[in-house]
């Protein structure tokens, strides 16, 4: 495989670490909620909120890259490149209102919102209705993400099953043949 064909390394760097903190997000935020109320409790949603814009910051910085280094042309053609392709902008999609709605729902409730202990300036006041609303769209756009993330690593795995050379093209030269 020539060197073009594969993704730019800061694409395959923060597809990586999205895919590790995105993961992480799910796991936490489905473990929080059935916390009992107190300190782990608070701490456990303190990091959710913190890792949650962390990974808002990432999706808009890789949306960036990806306009500057543009990804090597699909391997697959017709039906299943076009699949593919929706299958990504969907992914985009909702990690970009997954967080979005997660801010916005904390934003509706009396508790200051902090970034790793740095205070944000607020931006609205409580408001329960409101907060219901951004936690709903949170709830269902967190379990379609897991719903596509799950389809997504199945795909992967059969590329690489196939030896098609999908996933060596996100993995640095070298580590993966497949
Ligand atoms: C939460 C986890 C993940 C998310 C949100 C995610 C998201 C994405 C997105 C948006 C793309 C499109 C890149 C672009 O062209 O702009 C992509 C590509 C890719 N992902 Fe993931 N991914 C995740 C996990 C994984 C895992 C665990 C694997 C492997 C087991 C994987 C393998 C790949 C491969 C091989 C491509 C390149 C596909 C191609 O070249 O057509 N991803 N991923
Ligand atoms: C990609 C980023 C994110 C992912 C994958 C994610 C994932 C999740 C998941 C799976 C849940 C549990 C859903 C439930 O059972 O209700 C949850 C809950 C929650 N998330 Fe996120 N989240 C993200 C970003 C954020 C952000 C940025 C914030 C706020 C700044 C946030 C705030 C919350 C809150 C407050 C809850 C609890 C909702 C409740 O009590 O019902 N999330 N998140």
Redesign the pocket.
């Known amino acids: 495989m020539s060197a073009g064909e594969r ?1 730019a390394w800061p ?1 395959m760097l923060l ?1 990586w670490l ?2 590790a903190l ?2 992480w997000l799910l796991w936490l935020g489905w473990n929080m909620v059935d916390l009992p109320k107190g300190a782990e409790r608070s701490a456990a949603y303190a990091l959710h909120k913190s890792l949650g814009l962390l990974a808002f910051g990432l999706v808009a910085l890789r949306l960036v890259v ?1 306009r500057l280094s543009p ?2 042309a ?2 697959a053609a017709g039906r299943e490149a076009r699949l ?1 392709a929706v299958a ?1 902008g969907l ?2 999609a909702l ?1 970009l209102v997954l967080p979005v709605a997660g801010y916005l729902a904390s934003a509706f409730t009396p508790y200051a919102m902090k970034f790793f202990g740095v205070e944000l300036p607020r931006i609205a006041a409580p408001d329960e209705a409101m907060n219901a609303l951004f936690k709903r769209v949170h709830f269902v756009a967190a379990w379609a993400l897991a719903a596509l ?1 799950a389809l ?2 199945a795909a ?2 059969r ?1 690489a099953l196939r030896r098609d050379g ?2 060596a ?2 993995l640095p030269g070298g580590l993966s043949r497949n």
């Open positions: 993704y694409a597809h999205q895919a995105v993961l990806r990804p090597p699909p391997l593919a990504h992914l985009y990690l993330v997504h690593v992967a795995v590329h999908t996933l093209r996100m």
